[in-house]
Every structure is written in C-alpha cells, then in structure tokens.
C-alpha cells in the first residue's frame, strides 16, 4: 500500500536561508510523486511533480525537488527563503494506473522569519 | 480559463443533516476527486469521477456519496451527518484523468456540523 510521510510537522527558517521539507514514501511500484502548497483559506497548488522523467524536478517559485529511489525520498528544497513562503506543503504519491487515488502527507507547515 | 469552482463555500448544519457539495471542473475537465482536510486527519481522499462513472473510492462509509454529470460538474452529498464530517472538503479536476497529470483544486468549501 501507498505512503507518505513528512517528517517535521513544522519548520522555521530565516529569510533567505535553505528551505528543506523532507518526504518519504512508500510504494510497491515506481510512483508519481508530487509537492502542493496551501496558503490560508485556499485550495493546493502544484508545485512540481515526478513522473519518472529527470530525477530533478524543478518547479514554481524557485522550488525544486530530486526523487532518490534508493532513499525512497522526494525532499522538497529552495535555495532562499522569502516571506510569501509561509505556507503548508504536502507531499503527495499516486499509484500508476486506473486514475487518481492520490495520498498526501500529513503536511509541513512552513513559518519564515524576517 | 476559469479555475476550479465549489459551491457554497460555507456551509454550517445541525448533526443528523444531509448536505450536498458541488464542484465545476476546468472546462474540458474530464476527472474530477473529493478530497477532505481536517486537523486531525489530514487530506484523505474521498472518490474520483470520470465521465460520468466512480473510479476510485477511498476509505469512507456509505453515507458519503458522489456523482458526475455529463457536462463534468459533480456533486459529493453526506448524509446523516456527524461532528466528524466538520472539515474542508476539496474538489480537484484534471482533464484527462490520468495519475501523472496536474490536479487543479478548487478553494474547497468549509462545512461546520453543530
């Protein structure tokens, strides 16, 4: 069965500094994995996803993500943090085939500090 | 293009209440999850939608149920409902329904069961 797990349900860093969310999963066959922000009151927005193209994947507002079979992980990072960051992330896995039955993760909240 | 629209976006009602929740797709959407957030569960999913036919289901009892019409618009209804169904409920649709592709979530709507 599918898994997802954040570790650290909140993280604190400085403006500027390395943002590093890490996510682990579990999957009996080669997922699609995929990192969504949610700022306050609204819904999730992609930020990047892999499909098993680049082990690199890089996505929107600077954020990229590397998926490490060996480590079973897909930790999210951006080099430089900056105020509009602030959010919750939640990293997420679907099985391949028979359409969307995705699992997130229990979410990392993101706080960042002037 | 319009984003993902849900309707109403807030919603209190009295335990024992059925509620039905509606969601309008991308246009040309073909797919369309529910998805619901709370604290204390995180986001689960709830069932898929595709031309009109349920493909997926997670791990809810019957009183939560779905439907997608023709045109892609659909429906989740909960009924006899219970302290536990307060939450953020999610709608997300993709156009053609397959795992690799981008969901896009609507803004949810918040219900509060008194």
């Known amino acids: 069965a599918q898994s997802v797990t954040q570790l650290g349900s909140h993280v604190s860093v400085s403006e500027g500094a390395l943002v590093l969310l890490r996510c682990n999963y579990s999957s009996s066959v080669p997922p699609y994995l995929f990192w969504y922000v949610q700022y306050p009151n609204q819904g999730l927005q992609l930020l990047l996803k892999?499909?098993?193209?680049?082990?690199l994947v890089k996505g929107i507002n600077g954020f990229e993500a590397e998926f490490k079979k060996s480590e079973t992980s897909f930790h999210l990072t951006k080099p430089s943090a900056h105020m509009s960051d602030a959010a919750e992330y939640f990293c997420?896995?679907?099985?391949?085939?028979?359409?969307?039955?995705?699992?997130f993760g229990a979410g990392t909240r993101l706080f960042v500090k002037a | 293009k319009a984003g993902v629209t849900q309707t109403p976006r807030y919603l209190i009602k009295t335990r024992g209440q059925q509620v039905t929740l509606s969601c309008s797709p991308i246009?040309?959407?073909?797919?369309v999850s529910w998805y619901q957030q709370t604290p204390g569960q995180g986001l689960q999913f709830l069932f898929e939608?595709?031309?009109?036919?349920?493909?997926n289901k997670g791990n809810f009892p019957g009183r939560f149920s779905g439907r997608q019409f023709s045109n892609s618009r659909s429906e989740m209804n909960v009924s006899t409902l219970e302290l536990g169904d307060s939450a953020l409920y999610l709608c997300?649709?993709?156009?053609?329904?397959?795992?690799?592709?981008?969901?896009?979530f609507g803004p949810g709507t918040r219900l509060l069961v008194l």
């Open positions: 892999y499909t098993s193209a680049a082990t």
């Open positions: 939608y595709f031309s009109e036919t349920q493909r």
């Open positions: 997300a649709s993709s156009l053609l329904g397959q795992e690799q592709e981008t969901q896009y």
């Open positions: 246009s040309g959407h073909r797919s």
């Open positions: 997420a896995v679907s099985d391949r085939g028979g359409g969307f039955k995705t699992i």
